[in-house]
């Protein structure tokens, strides 16, 4: 990649962010395969009348997840929710409720912050969204904002990052590396875009519109198993659910869905197209897995539910399920997640996002 930021080496490196998490979930004395706690999407609280009330929270910092001038303030407020709504849509869930905290510093003035709630609601609405609180704080330098989503599915429509079986075909619902793309023209200082293709790219990164009614459909498939949302690259994502399913993944790289729009700017930017689409992340669109036998017609019915670009169009041009890859048993002999070139083994290393490894 042309750009990179030099950051200078985190003391969490070596345990990495889901070191630290785990390290977490032993701190607390938490148990790992509890429905109820760390380690999915969203806690999962089971309810009367086998309800299952769904809790995620996601956080965004100004330089960490996002450049103040290089994002429309409606954008962000979108991309805010969008993100939470995205882990509810991996549970197979409906979003009901939301919550959100913000630290504000002297760049977010009220003209800002008007546009910035108009986004947000914008896309609340169109998921009947409801914000029920939050907190408001002053914050020195960054801007950060912190969104709780509350939803809710059932036993029957519950997707669970540890619910793959070996031999299931692994798939995503559409394209991968265009927000890592639009991050790398914004860090080459190329916002708005120059040319369409650019644009779109940038607007994918900016404006990720997350797949609820996909997630809800999924999750009335009772062929689908795992569903996982795609925040941090398919390396490091399917590599969550095969170790939550206690098996490994083989994913083939000529399968991966890439947009002709990321082909056309990485080829003029000498970027690695494979590389955005494996680890750059935040496509958040749905990785599953699915039982083989039923997957050709679960497409059928797929592209029948979802004919055109979804609601608010956005960043999923050809509504398809895309199968890029197998669930296999695990071995110790193999990563756990493992690239493939025409089926066999590609000389290809690939990690997905890390917050304390970048
Ligand atoms: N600081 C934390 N304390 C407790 N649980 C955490 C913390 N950070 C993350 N988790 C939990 O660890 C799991 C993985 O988190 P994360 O990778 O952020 O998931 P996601 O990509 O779905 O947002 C989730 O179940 C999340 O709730
Ligand atoms: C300025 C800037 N630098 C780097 C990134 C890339 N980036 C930041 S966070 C992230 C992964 C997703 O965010 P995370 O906080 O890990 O969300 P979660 O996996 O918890 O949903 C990526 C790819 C970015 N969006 N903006
Ligand atoms: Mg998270």
Redesign the pocket.
């Known amino acids: 990649m042309t750009t990179k930021?030099s950051k200078p080496e985190h003391p969490l490196k070596a345990v990495g962010?889901f070191g630290l998490i785990s390290k977490i979930q032993t701190w607390f004395d938490e148990p790992t395969s509890d429905l109820l706690g760390i380690g999915d999407d969203c806690t999962v609280i089971p309810r009367e009348d086998d309800r299952l009330d769904l809790i995620t929270t996601?956080?965004?910092i100004e330089?960490?997840?996002?450049?103040l001038d290089k994002i429309e303030p409606e954008d962000l407020g979108h991309k805010s929710l969008a993100?939470n709504l995205?882990?509810i849509a991996a549970m197979g869930g409906t979003p009901e409720y939301a919550w959100l905290s913000i630290g504000l510093t002297e760049k977010n003035d009220i003209g800002w912050l008007e546009q910035f709630f108009s986004g947000m609601k914008d896309l609340a609405k169109q998921h009947g969204v409801r914000l029920l609180g939050g907190d408001t704080t002053r914050s020195q330098k960054h801007m950060v904002i912190n969104i709780l989503v509350s939803g809710k599915t059932n036993s029957p429509g519950l997707k669970l990052r540890s619910s793959a079986r070996v031999g299931d075909i692994v798939f995503v619902t559409g394209m991968l590396g265009d927000?890592?793309a639009g991050?790398q023209l914004?860090?080459n200082n190329q916002f708005p875009g120059e040319s369409p293709a650019e644009q779109k790219l940038i607007k994918a990164?900016n404006r990720p519109d997350p797949c609820v009614i996909q997630g809800q459909w999924l999750g009335g498939q009772s062929a689908v198993h795992a569903l996982i949302?795609v925040?941090?690259?398919i390396a490091s994502d399917a590599g969550h659910i095969a170790a939550r399913s206690g098996l490994g993944i083989d994913l083939e790289l000529t399968k991966l869905p890439v947009s002709n729009e990321l082909t056309e700017i990485s080829g003029k930017y000498g970027w690695s197209a494979i590389d955005l689409a494996c680890s750059?992340?935040?496509d958040y669109v749905l990785l599953g897995t699915c039982s083989p036998s039923e997957f050709d017609g679960i497409c059928e019915s797929y592209r029948k539910a979802f004919p055109d670009d979804g609601p608010s169009g956005g960043n999923h041009p050809e509504p398809d399920l895309f199968p890029i890859g197998y669930v296999r048993k695990h071995d110790e002999q193999r990563p756990p997640v493992r690239f493939l070139q025409d089926g066999s083994p590609a000389p290809y290393g690939s990690r997905g996002?890390d917050?304390f490894k970048?």
Not at 63 to 67: D, K, P, S, V
């Open positions: 930021t962010e996601d956080m965004l330089e960490t997840h996002f450049l993100v995205s882990d927000s890592g991050l914004l860090l990164h949302d925040s941090d690259g750059a992340g935040e996002f917050h970048v």
